[in-house]
């Protein structure tokens, strides 16, 4: 019986010692977030970004139909002018949703995501240019240009290929695909030269002017970019991104900056 006795308290003694370390911990202490970054997923971001416009792609059509069949036009080029160059800096906040699909093999994830923004980008600028230039006409023409014009971008949509690497919790990536958004934009130009009366050789004076709008128009263009994901919970993960769109009908590019949750179904 006394040896029996010493057993029992030996195990006794021995399941305390397990029973302590399970409540300290050693056992039950949590490991890294893994996650299977296959199938669809889905969130919300918020975004800011800095744009920059090339406004002499919007003069240059109204200075041609102004000049259209004219000496001034053919031999000065004037509708190449660059009356209105960049600008940029222009700044906007915004925010917007995502929603994505993965496949993963080993480390490699290669996916497709579609990405909208709601902004309140807006540019404007204006300029004036005058060169003097004798014509085969015999006539030294004193040709002014000033123009106005301003761009709006509301609602941007990307759709894009993606492709990372999984490294630990966290997955980097890069983007590329097409970009649309809901824009709107207006221009105004202007086009004089005096009248060379009285001082000769010089034309008759004239004076053009011709302003074209749209609102609420389809932009388009191209969208790339990367990022990277960080799982924070086995279905759960944050992202923080760059891309970079440009719209080719309207000349302007966005830099763009989010960051947002999203989780995996």
Do not use: C
């Not at 397990?18 to 299977?36: C, K, T």
């Not at 000769?200 to 990022?227: H, I, K, M, Q």
């Amino acid at each position: 019986m006394r040896v029996f006795g010493l057993a029992v308290a030996g195990i006794l003694l021995a399941q305390g010692a397990q029973a302590q370390d399970f409540l300290r911990g050693s056992v039950i202490e949590p490991g890294p977030v893994s996650m299977n970054w296959s199938g669809v997923y889905g969130g919300g971001a918020l975004s800011y970004s800095i744009g920059s416009t090339n406004f002499n792609a919007q003069t240059k059509p109204l200075i041609a139909d102004i000049l259209r069949n004219s000496i001034v036009e053919s031999e000065m080029h004037v509708s190449d002018w660059p009356v209105i160059t960049n600008s940029s800096g222009a700044r906007s906040p915004g925010f917007g949703g995502f929603i994505g699909f993965n496949t993963q093999w080993d480390e490699i994830v290669l996916g497709v995501d579609v990405n909208y923004m709601r902004t309140n980008y807006a540019n404007d600028a204006a300029g004036s240019m005058t060169r003097f230039q004798t014509l085969s006409d015999n006539n030294l023409y004193d040709v002014t240009v000033t123009a106005a014009s301003h761009v709006e971008i509301h609602d941007v949509v990307t759709a894009r290929a993606r492709a990372g690497y999984v490294y630990g919790t966290f997955l980097p990536y890069v983007t590329g695909g097409v970009a649309l958004a809901r824009a709107s934009r207006a221009t105004t130009v202007l086009v004089t030269w005096p009248d060379g009366a009285g001082t000769p050789p010089a034309p008759p004076g004239f004076t053009g002017t011709e302003t074209s709008g749209r609102t609420n128009f389809l932009a388009y263009g191209y969208a790339v970019g990367g990022g990277i994901d960080m799982a924070l919970l086995p279905n759960v993960f944050a992202r923080a991104e760059y891309e970079y769109t440009f719209f080719s009908n309207i000349g302007t590019g966005l830099n763009s900056g989010r960051v947002g949750v999203a989780v995996r179904f």
